[in-house]
């Protein structure tokens, strides 16, 4: 249930904190006083889509959370994003919207993303708008409604399996399926590729070294004299010694008096290093001078095969790697085209028995939407008496079509406004009062098939008056004795109906617009009702009027306990 709504720089709203109770609560007001804009604050702390024009003018960010009592800690989202609510079964939604589009969302104090947000509040509250009635009028929407409500998940996600199946077959047949010049053209294409990057001898990691050689080649000569000059300089020539010598001769000098002190053992230990790695660093040198071959030969093939290589790359792909595995596709591709009347063959075979499994499992979906049509056909029709709606005939009308994701039926509702009429789809017929209580019966009966405790409807006695607005009043005040039941209203008699009742009220104060939220005694509640009825000029006869009215709905509420 929804206990606490805090709401900050929301449009009109600059602060407001709004505490629900169990039951039937109802909120009116003016119009343009700003009742919409509280559904709006639900509907965003419950991951619904905002916007920044939604922050109050002169603030720099908006700020909603909603405190939710007896939440059930097994709640799918909350299980998914790893929250859960307190020992006591509080848990508290918040989101802040700033103005630069961002978000931050959290759930018991853990972020989470809106998408999250989203999955949880769906959970805990619905809102069902003013504008819902349109949906029946949609019959895409028809099938959508019967299977929430005989919960056809199992046969419907095995319809969806032997579907996917069928579909991916098909499209595997259409892609072998090509005519005879198609085919020609495709085949000397692929043997074209195949054979080029064959002779090309590709080696993985290539690229790397033959840059490297190409470098090394280029810069030849300076390398070559470089490792000559290395080399002299240690090793010496003909007519001089080098660096290793002079070492060995300095060695030589210290070695008759190495034993004449502790530092003179060290100098002479450290000079015969020296000259070790003096000696290795030359042999190093002149191994790498007589192993290199400089041919401008080699250079040109290095060239060539770079120049290769670079367009290659340019067809195939950016890296030898990338290459050799477009070569296998190719060759899979020549392979399957080659093999392909073998392969359509085994493809329809299976084909075949996967649109067999279609129709089954179809066939399967559609006796469990009919089973449940049957059902849903009756709790509406016993929802709309309730109505004042005795002489209305609802009825789910199946016919059969081609298979599609959802199933092979095409479901419509349909219903007859007057004795004696024959069934017609529900868009051709009714009227705007009479959509908005057939939406209110199926709304009613799929409540009492999901676990969400709050039922939040924003004017849905939309074209509703008289007497049928009595019925609708009923009919909240006996769907908030199972579930929390909030509803923004212009009816007296929904508003009298109420356990609770708010007045979302308009004023000015220091040159700016604001909105607050206040909980009406029975006094204020019969002025507004009044107002409501009468308009602007509120005359004793109307507060009598609505004082009997607030008698008569609290007599019939005590008929519910």
């Known amino acids: 249930m929804l206990e606490l709504l805090h709401i900050e720089n929301i449009a009109v709203i600059e602060e407001a904190d709004i505490r629900f109770f169990p039951g039937f609560n109802a909120l009116t007001g003016e119009t343009g006083a700003g009742k919409s804009i509280v559904i709006d604050a639900m509907g965003a702390v419950l991951g619904g889509r905002t916007s920044r024009e939604l922050i109050r003018t002169g603030a720099d960010r908006a700020f909603v959370s909603a405190e939710f009592s007896g939440v059930s800690p097994e709640l799918p989202g909350l299980l998914e994003v ?27 104090g853990r972020p989470v993303t809106v998408a999250q947000m989203r999955r949880i509040g769906s959970e805990l509250l619905n809102i069902h708008g003013q504008h819902d009635g349109a949906q029946l009028l949609d019959e895409e929407q028809h099938g959508a409604y019967l299977d929430r409500f005989g919960r056809t998940d199992a046969p419907l996600a095995a319809y969806r ?14 892609a072998l399926q090509m005519d005879e010049a198609e085919k020609a053209r495709r085949v000397d294409s692929l043997q074209f590729q195949i054979n080029e990057l064959e002779r090309a001898e590709l080696v993985p990691g290539e690229e790397t070294e033959l840059a490297r050689r190409r470098e090394l080649l280029r810069n030849g000569e300076k390398y070559l004299s470089a490792l000559s000059g290395a080399d002299y300089c240690l090793s010496g020539g003909d007519e001089s ?14 070695y008759g008096i190495r034993t004449l002190g502790e530092d003179m053992g060290e100098l002479y230990q450290r000079l015969e290093s020296l000259r070790c790695e003096a000696y290795d660093l030359a042999e190093i040198i002149r191994e790498k001078r007589e ?34 595995a477009y070569l296998d596709r190719c060759r899979e591709e020549l392979s399957a085209i080659e093999s392909a009347d073998d392969t359509l063959a085994l493809l329809e075979r299976q084909l075949s028995k996967a649109s ?10 559609t006796e469990a939407r009919k089973t449940a049509a049957s059902v849903l056909e009756e709790r509406v029709q016993s929802e709309l008496r309730d109505l004042d709606m005795r002489k209305v005939r609802f009825a789910i009308d199946f016919a059969p079509r081609e298979p599609g994701p959802d199933g092979c039926d095409e479901i419509r509702f349909l219903m007859s406004a007057n004795v004696g009429e024959d069934l017609r789809p529900i868009a051709r017929i009714a009227s705007g009062g009479e959509l908005a ?13 999901e676990s969400v405790g709050t039922l939040v409807f924003d004017e849905v006695d939309t074209g509703v008056s008289g007497r049928a607005a009595q019925k609708v009043a009923e009919k909240l005040a006996q769907v908030s004795r199972r579930k929390q039941v909030l509803c923004v209203t212009h009816l007296p008699q929904l508003a009298a109906m ?5 007045s979302v009220e308009k004023g000015e104060r220091s040159g700016r617009t604001f909105t607050h939220v206040v909980q009406l005694d029975r006094e204020r509640r019969k002025a507004e009702l009044a107002r409501s009825t009468g308009g602007a000029k509120v005359t004793p006869a109307l507060l009598e009027s609505a004082g009997e009215l607030l008698d008569e709905a609290e007599a019939y509420r005590a008929t519910l306990k």
């Open 356 to 365: 067999g499994a279609v129709r089954s499992a179809g066939a399967a979906l």
């Open 241 to 254: 010694g080098g660096a290793v010598s002079a070492l060995r001769d300095a060695e030589e000098a210290l």
């Open 498 to 502: 109420a356990d609770t009742h708010f």
């Open 437 to 449: 209580r057939i939406m209110l019966a199926l709304k009613n009966v799929l409540a009492e098939q």
């Open 82 to 108: 790893g929250a859960a609510p307190d020992e006591d079964g509080a848990l508290l939604l918040q989101r802040e919207i700033y103005g630069d589009g961002k978000n931050a969302c959290r759930v018991n």
């Open 291 to 324: 192993e290199f071959d400089f041919s401008p030969g080699e250079l040109d093939a290095v060239e060539s095969r770079s120049d290769l290589l670079y367009r290659l790359r340019k067809k195939y792909g950016a890296t030898t790697e990338e290459m050799l």
């Open 161 to 174: 399996r032997a579907y996917e199946t069928m579909t991916d077959l098909r499209g595997r047949i259409r």
